[in-house]
């Protein structure tokens, strides 16, 4: 069984530009999680999609969001790049709540 | 206080060495908790759950302490190929929102 995706798997954006980041889970999960591990900090919570809907979202601005497709599959839009968006981003799956969640190997973004 | 915090180590031991981290969380109504390994640079692997009983995977068991609201991950037989960053993880559920809140992680030398 294919694990979670994600791609690209590096990104080099320059500030003000906008990094869109692609997930998909592992077959039969519909929701999937968003979190920023920047160099050395711990996981942050950005955003959880289920059933095509946005359930959740962490203390990120605006400029960060996404959406799930029907296959749920999901993208992570990140607009008006800054300096400190650099960073890993994980995305994960899970079959339903309270079950573990399972993450991809990450997209490392780096803003210059 | 934070959601979810771990002591940063580094725990440095021996081969062979038993070793135990703890994880404290905040939220009482907390029902989901997991122990996460993460290497360098790399995405977090679940090492297992923690159930309310009490649970062993092989050299590792998984206790939860819900009077003091900690979790607990034991190493017995500490090996080279166990150094890496223990993550907790417990879940956050208010209302119909969810999501899981990861402490910073606890790093694991283990040397000749």
């Known amino acids: 069984e294919a694990g979670v995706t994600q791609s690209p798997t590096h990104l080099i954006k320059t500030r003000g530009q906008q990094a869109t980041l692609r997930c998909s889970p592992i077959s039969g999960h519909t929701s999937v999680y968003w979190y920023q591990q920047a160099l050395g900090l711990g996981l942050q919570f950005l955003l959880w999609?289920?059933?095509?809907?946005?359930?959740n979202r962490g203390n990120f601005p605006p400029r960060f969001s996404g959406r799930q497709f029907p296959n749920y599959s999901s993208e992570l839009n990140v607009n008006a790049l800054e300096l400190e968006d650099s960073a890993l981003y994980l995305c994960a799956s899970s079959l339903e709540i309270n079950s573990p969640l399972h993450f991809g190997n990450g997209t490392r973004l780096t803003v210059t | 206080r934070k959601e979810v915090e771990q002591d940063p180590g580094p725990f440095n031991v021996p081969e062979g060495a038993t070793v135990a981290f703890n994880c404290t969380y905040s939220?009482?109504?907390?029902?989901?908790f997991f122990w996460y390994r993460q290497d360098c640079r790399k995405e977090p692997k679940l090492l297992m759950s923690v159930y309310s009983s009490g649970n062993e995977d092989g050299r590792f068991t998984a206790q939860l302490n819900r009077a003091s609201q900690y979790i607990s991950l034991l190493i017995r037989d500490s090996k080279l190929s166990d150094s890496a960053t223990y993550l907790c993880?417990?879940?956050?559920?208010?209302?119909?929102?969810?999501?899981?809140?990861f402490g910073s992680g606890t790093r694991l030398l283990v040397r000749p």
């Open positions: 999609y289920d059933e095509g809907e946005e359930r």
């Open positions: 939220n009482s109504a907390s029902q989901s």
């Open positions: 993880a417990v879940n956050k559920a208010t209302d119909s929102s969810y999501k899981l809140i």
